[in-house]
């Protein structure tokens, strides 16, 4: 069965660094998730993103956050200046349409620990 | 804005008894997803429910919409140790919006 699947699986980072989060969604996809989840907490909406831009963004994607669909498989979640608060799961998912038609498949997650 | 709020937080059964979970939004939705979630793993889609007071059944998982759509439960029978987990409800509110709300989760511990 098709999967999304997410690069790298834990990732260590110095406070004020950037970093970079991959996701490559499910091939027939058009519209792609970024979630966070804050250990032991609620999953939270990120961004979703439709045909090169962002379609919705939630209050936590502030300026310091950014996505991008660089090729036709990847797409990036990019963290400017890191902070501690950051230190969470991060989530992909994408679905194949958006409505009441769409199920939404998540990638297993990169762990970001922000020292 | 909306807020998605499950009860119980948490849940501790003997292996055999049955669970429920229950998900309220704050405002109407226009459906709602439920997801699984073991341990250290990612949210599994379970089941999208759509229409007001709509039932669907998957094998000892019933999962029930209600009628004015602004809440949900999940309910099993006879638990299993294979259904630990936090079970979340997920709703997409219904003012053209694309985006769903994860519901606070109900942890489910089974006990042998």
């Known amino acids: 069965e098709p999967e999304v699947t997410q690069t790298p699986s834990h990732q260590v980072t110095q406070m004020g660094q950037e970093v970079i989060l991959r996701c490559v969604p499910i091939?027939?996809?058009?519209?792609f998730y970024w979630y966070r989840q804050i250990l032991g907490q609620k999953v939270e909406f990120l961004v979703s993103?439709?045909?090169?831009?962002?379609?919705?963004k939630s209050e936590i994607f502030d300026d310091q956050f950014s996505v991008e669909r660089p090729d036709g498989s990847n797409f990036t979640l990019k963290i400017r200046s890191t902070k501690l608060e950051d230190s969470a799961m991060y989530f992909c998912?994408?679905?194949?349409?958006?409505?009441?038609?769409?199920?939404?498949?998540f990638g297993p997650g990169t762990r970001l620990t922000v020292l | 804005g909306q807020q998605v709020m499950q009860i119980p937080q948490y849940q501790h059964v003997q292996e055999g008894e049955d669970f429920t979970t229950y998900c309220n939004s704050s405002t109407t939705l226009s459906n709602i997803q439920w997801y699984k979630q073991r341990p250290g793993g990612h949210p599994v889609f379970l089941i999208q429910l759509v229409k007001s007071g709509e039932v669907k059944k998957q094998k000892r998982l019933t999962f029930q919409f209600g009628e004015a759509k602004k809440n949900s439960s999940l309910h099993i029978t006879a638990t299993q140790t294979t259904d630990v987990g936090t079970y979340f409800c997920a709703g997409r509110g219904a003012s053209g919006t694309y985006k769903y709300i994860f519901g606070t989760g109900t942890r489910l511990k089974v006990l042998a």
């Open positions: 998912a994408s679905t194949r349409v958006a409505g009441v038609a769409d199920t939404q498949y």
């Open positions: 091939s027939n996809h058009l519209y």
């Open positions: 993103f439709y045909n090169n831009e962002i379609s919705e």
